[in-house]
């Protein structure tokens, strides 16, 4: 299949759920086919693959989803519209200040570690809240959802887990106000999007059910 024919058919099943095109390992002509098949929104995990490839990609909307280290914040608040995948309050503080520097207001999502797995970066379930009334103080970041990676298991093993996720969105919202305006629940790849969207995903982060396999 073709990553024309792949997209066309991923956005039948998607309703109303927005797509983030997960293009790490991708080349930048297979990237502008997806983007060229209605691809809007792409997703990338590593700030230097992305700098090298950038400027061979259509105009989308860029989403970062790997984990972020401090010396590259400056970076990925330059390039990225969104950073998914915020998982301490030392790198939100970092985005914040870079993104003070160049006067930009920083959207962020907030990954949740829902299965606590230690390995796993993310902030704990039950410290969701308080981090979100700390982050009301920054002026330049503006929380705009919640995104997780469960525990690899079978699709319907991860039901439970996004189950919690939709569940803890749902009390999020009691903090919407200024700069908290959580309105993205980001949940669901390649194996499991199908489930994660019956559960309550307003975007699912797919891509080797688009590529196909990567090669690392
Ligand atoms: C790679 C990646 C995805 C997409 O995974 P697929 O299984 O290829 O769909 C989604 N989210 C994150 C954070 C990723 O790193």
Redesign the pocket.
Known sequence: MSVTQNIKGIFKELGNTKLVC?T?TVEPERINKAIRAGATVI?E?RIQEFEDKCGDILPCEKHF??HLQSNKAKKAVEYFDVIQ?VDSIKIIENINSKAEDIAKIQNVFLQINIGNEPQKFGFKIDEVGEIIEYIHSLKNVKVKGLMC?PPFLSPEDTRPYFKKMKEIFDEMQQYNQDNIDIRELSMG???DYIVAIEEGATMV?????IFGD?KY
């Open positions: 997960v790490k997703g995990n989803i790997g995948s990676i790849m390649s194996n982060r797919i891509g080797s059910a990567r």
